[in-house]
């Protein structure tokens, strides 16, 4: 069974050969930090950690370089705004990112170098390419020359007549092509500056990943990540002078993931739509967020929208439900193999094919129905029997299989009852009630069964159903969970 993985160069399905087996390098552009991060960034972060993850599942050993943007205008235009040092802001946004990854599980990738800590390796960069004629200097700052690499808008499939036909040229433009692009920018006074042969000066933005990925990974890796967006200009122009400067493509496999919409809107800064992952993690579960981002293709685009993410969010409680069953089902771990091989098999033929989470989410569900079923039939089977033990037997190696299938999606790692306590919480987050509102019903409502008001306890219990809240009357008192339906 091999990995297969759409290339956006050969706009193609293809066999993943690693250069330098079991080695995989892999670089995924990070964010510029200047603000919190959105929900569209989250899937980014979300599909190349299921990729890093399941290269790792596969035997691989990969070494994952993610950068930090932390010298930008944007981030420059922010501190003036806000009275903070450019690299203030900068340090306050990595800190809030990191936040934001740890919530969702994210793992941290192996490298993590920022733009600011490489302006050498930029440098080196930028003369190479002003020595081979394919950069010039003009008023301290330098440009790559387009027109000087042939191979420019193979990755997009963009022609240069027909960008140049649709390129805005200003009038005071005085570069010499207006397809070209800064790759150092003299700095005005105040702004940050570093020394170079053309003055003081900050690096542009697309010379950065080229300058790392080939100092942490080689001239030539294996994987180059981002979303949809990053295509066109920047990965073209990381090709462009990559490629220019030391003559090889840089990477092998480009791999780009589809946009998040908001109930089917582009997320845009006119529409007002942009949510940020704490926003949306103040009335989600985490993990629940990850489970809906997996339940569409990578590449597919993907519809942020409540009725989406609550049925994600109930498809993962009712795993969570399964596994808080294990401990009293089967005390001990019965002996046996760590996991089962025709589910395992079954996934990774799944995941071979473009890592295609929505398909191998859904066999997973299907093996919970199939554990639940005999989770089901072991209630009405006699405990001493040899076919109870050999029934519990297969329920503990499902559910160990499906937790070491799922953790290669980043999904079922928590403690079953932790998970469901503060998936409650999450709930009730979402339909805007608390755990005191909840307390309150059900105090006032035993104070009415006391005195024997079965009205105004039906008219209780039917106020929190409508939230979604079950009560339960049991010997010890009144317990209550989440709704499912
Ligand atoms: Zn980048």
């Not at 091989?341 to 033929?349: D, G, M, V």
């Not at 503060?422 to 307390?439: M, R, Y």
Request: hydrophobic residues 35%; contains cysteine.
């Amino acid at each position: 069974m091999s990995l297969k993985i759409y290339n956006t160069i050969t706009r193609r399905k293809e066999k993943f050969v690693p250069i330098n087996p079991p080695k995989v390098g892999m670089y995924v552009c990070g964010v510029t930090v200047y603000d919190l991060c959105h929900i569209g960034y989250a899937r980014s972060a979300i599909v190349f950690d299921i990729i890093y993850r399941y290269m790792k599942f596969r035997g691989y050993d990969i070494t994952y370089v993610r950068n930090f943007t932390d010298v930008d205008d944007k981030i420059i235009n922010r501190a003036g705004e806000s009275g903070l040092q450019w690299n203030e802001v900068a340090e306050r946004y990595i800190e809030e990112f990191n936040a934001d990854m740890a919530a969702l599980g994210v793992l941290t990738p192996d490298v993590e170098p920022k733009a600011t800590d490489h302006i050498a390796e930029m440098l080196e960069m930028i003369e190479a390419l002003v020595d081979k004629g394919m950069a010039y200097e003009l008023d301290g700052s330098v440009y790559f020359s387009v027109k000087s690499f042939a191979g420019y808008g193979k990755l997009s499939g963009k022609n240069i007549d027909d960008l140049l036909s649709g390129a805005r040229v200003d009038v005071d433009e005085s570069k010499h092509d207006p397809l070209d692009f800064a790759l150092w920018k003299a700095s005005k006074p105040g702004e940050p500056a570093w020394e170079s042969p053309w003055g003081m000066g900050r690096p542009g933005w697309h010379i950065e990943c080229s300058a790392m990925g080939r100092k942490y990974l080689g001239d030539t890796f294996d994987i180059h990540g981002g979303g949809k967006d990053l295509v066109f200009p920047h990965h073209e122009n990381e090709i462009a002078q990559s490629e220019g400067s030391s003559g090889k493509a840089p990477v092998n496999v480009w791999i780009h993931n589809g946009f998040v919409n908001i109930n089917s809107e582009k997320m845009s800064k006119s529409l007002n739509n942009f949510s940020t992952i704490k926003d949306i993690l103040k009335t989600y579960h985490p993990e629940a967020v990850r489970f809906f981002l997996l339940t569409s293709h990578y590449r597919s685009p993907i519809d942020f929208n409540t009725q989406a993410i609550t049925s994600a969010g109930k498809n993962l409680y009712r795993f969570y439900d399964l596994f808080s069953e294990e401990k009293k089902l089967v005390p001990e771990a019965p002996p046996g193999p760590e996991t089962d091989t025709s589910p395992t098999e079954k996934f990774t033929e799944l995941m071979n094919d473009d890592f295609n989470t929505a398909t191998a989410l859904a066999f997973l569900m299907e093996e919970l129905r199939r554990i639940n079923h005999l989770r089901n039939e072991m209630s009405r089977m006699k405990k001493k029997s040899d076919r109870y033990k050999n029934a519990r037997t297969q329920f503990a190696l499902g559910v160990r299989t499906m937790k070491k299938l799922g953790g290669v999606l980043g999904l079922f790692q928590r403690d079953p009852s932790d998970f469901i306590d503060s998936f409650k919480v999450a709930k009730l987050n979402e339909v805007g009630v608390t755990l005191d509102w909840i307390q309150k019903l059900i105090d006032t409502r035993a104070a009415a069964r006391a005195e024997k008001n079965f009205a105004e306890s039906d008219r209780i219990r039917d106020e929190l159903e409508g939230k979604g809240i079950l009560l339960r009357d049991t010997p010890e008192g009144t317990t209550w969970s989440i709704s499912l339906d």
